[in-house]
């Protein structure tokens, strides 16, 4: 696409001479990404201003920059580059990836999930079913992107608006019929799925999160509402109203509605649950018929997770036997309640729970499904929400038998005052601080017996610990495995 088509949406009365105009090969918000004939979008992100590295990236082979206002209309000319005026930088560079990457989400069905906790077991949910049924399918999300067995390692939960943009477009040309997404709070703060043409979206739940970034809840919620507000009408947008945000979300959100949920009447409910250590059993009412499921998924909160996918599922019209078929036999996503067994006597679990909720969902799964002690290793990210760390203490101190207080991702953060948070909120003795997270581990499986369960949690499908000035290679996975097999 030639530069002037491109930045026409952009600035209309903009006229370049045809020494400027060029067709473009890249666009990139990054001048170490720039390259020959590449537009360099100068973003003013939260910790860093693309504009300062407008020098870097011409250097690099850039021939144009788009920026935000600066109080100058129009086009002006540096050694004959072209300095595209936008006005709003955020939204120029998603036009500018819709545009360039020829709009793929009009020509492939994605659906976006958001909420505090279960995007990911949903979406993983969503793939299955769509297999199932024949439609080839990509994911987007936390633990990587993926599509026809190939697979790239995530950097954020929802990438930037050109990475999306090119991921849509590659899975779209490779044959993917659908896609299915997590859409982060940042995300949509940040604009990036603005142009995304969502044909369905599923709202999860909303609890204390990312207080970092958000001024309160509310603020945090807006930022949520926004994927399904922006909605058309012939898109679907799918609700848990037992969460309250949910229900408030029910009244504003576009497209048509389907809410599902277990304590309260909805589209799609779930009814007389069994639940064990292995599985759990429930009764799908919806429009009617009454369906029996068995997914291997534990826990009340994977119900209502099952349940979303199944909601979104019937409301795409989606084969109700295929459906079904594809949620039972569906085992296991990556780091959410992922056993670890090398013959040891007691269970262990790897969880990517890392907020009050999520450890509030998965210790009440387990203290009802096992009659053995409770042992949690966990800790808290630096650089995240504070204000939790205190709340995550008292709740896993109060709801375990015992815990082990560790290092998480410290990033930048002094571990020992993260630990110390931790522990102002704690008013029980049953704990004890081990920052090594190994020796974190270690030490909580030697302390179960026959019957009991070892929860590690926080970081689950990761593969790497971030410090403040290197990043390891550390997986709870692989190190509750190794320390299993030397106690045997």
């Known amino acids: ?19 400027q105009d060029f067709p473009v090969k890249g666009i990139t918000c990054d001048s170490r990404k720039a390259g020959k004939d590449f537009i360099f979008v100068a973003v003013k992100g939260v910790k860093d ?37 936008a006005g709003d930088d955020r939204k120029a560079v ?58 790239v390692a995530s950097g954020n939960t929802t990438p930037g608006p050109l990475d999306l943009q ?25 604009g990036r799925t603005e142009l995304v043409r969502f044909s369905a979206a599923i709202f999860t739940n909303l609890t204390q999160d990312h207080l970092d970034y958000h001024k309160n809840m509310e603020d945090y919620f807006l930022a949520k509402s926004r994927l399904f507000t922006g909605l058309t009408a012939g898109a679907v947008s799918v609700i848990n109203t037992d969460d309250p945000y949910g229900r408030k979300l029910a009244g504003l ?15 799609v409910r779930a009814a007389d649950l069994r639940m064990s250590l292995g599985s759990s059993e429930f009764l799908v009412l919806s429009a009617g ?36 078929a594809a949620l039972e036999d569906f085992s296991q996503v990556p780091g959410r309640m992922e056993p670890v067994d090398a013959g040891q006597s ?58 082990v207080i560790t290092d998480d991702n410290p990033r930048s953060e002094d571990p020992e005052g993260i630990i110390k948070d931790i522990r102002s909120g704690i008013d029980r003795d049953n704990f004890c601080v081990i920052p090594d997270r190994l020796e974190a581990i270690r030490r909580s499986l030697s302390l ?39 106690m045997s």
């Open 1 to 19: 696409m030639m530069l002037s088509e491109l930045i026409k949406p952009l600035v209309p009365q903009a006229c370049l001479s045809p020494a």
């Open 49 to 85: 201003d693309g504009n300062k590295f407008i020098r870097d990236a011409l250097k690099n082979g850039a021939r144009a920059v788009v920026t935000g206002s600066r109080g100058i209309r129009g086009i002006r000319t540096e050694a004959g580059i072209p300095v595209i005026e």
């Open 94 to 151: 998603s036009r500018l990836a819709c545009d360039f990457y020829g709009d793929p989400s009009a020509r492939i069905r994605v659906s976006g999930v958001t909420g505090t906790n279960g995007k990911t077991t949903i979406t993983y949910l969503m793939e299955s079913v769509l297999e199932r049924c024949g439609l080839p399918a990509g994911v987007i999300g936390t633990v990587n992107c993926r599509f026809g067995g190939k697979s």
């Open 166 to 190: 090119e991921i849509l477009e590659r899975m779209r040309r490779e044959g993917a019929s659908d896609a299915v997404m997590e859409v982060s709070s940042h995300a949509l703060d940040q």
């Open 253 to 267: 959100c576009g497209g048509r509605l389907v809410t599902y949920g277990i304590d309260l009447d909805s589209d």
């Open 289 to 324: 018929s009454r369906i029996k499921l068995k997914t291997r998924l534990i826990g009340k909160h994977n119900v209502y997770n099952v349940l979303a996918a199944f909601a979104w599922a019937q409301a795409l019209g989606l084969d109700r036997e295929k459906v079904s």
């Open 346 to 403: 007691f269970r262990v679990f790897v969880d990517y729970a890392h907020t009050e909720d999520a450890l509030k969902n998965v210790l009440t799964a387990l203290r009802q499904l096992s009659p053995g002690k409770i042992i949690v290793v966990f800790g808290c990210g630096g650089e995240r929400d504070k204000t939790k760390r205190p709340k995550m203490g008292k709740l896993v101190c109060r709801m375990a038998d015992y815990a």
């Open 448 to 486: 179960a017996g026959p019957g009991d369960v070892v929860l590690i949690a926080g970081k689950g499908h990761e593969n790497y610990q971030v410090l403040k000035d290197k990043t390891l290679h550390f997986d709870d996975r692989e190190a509750a495995g190794r320390c299993l097999r030397s």
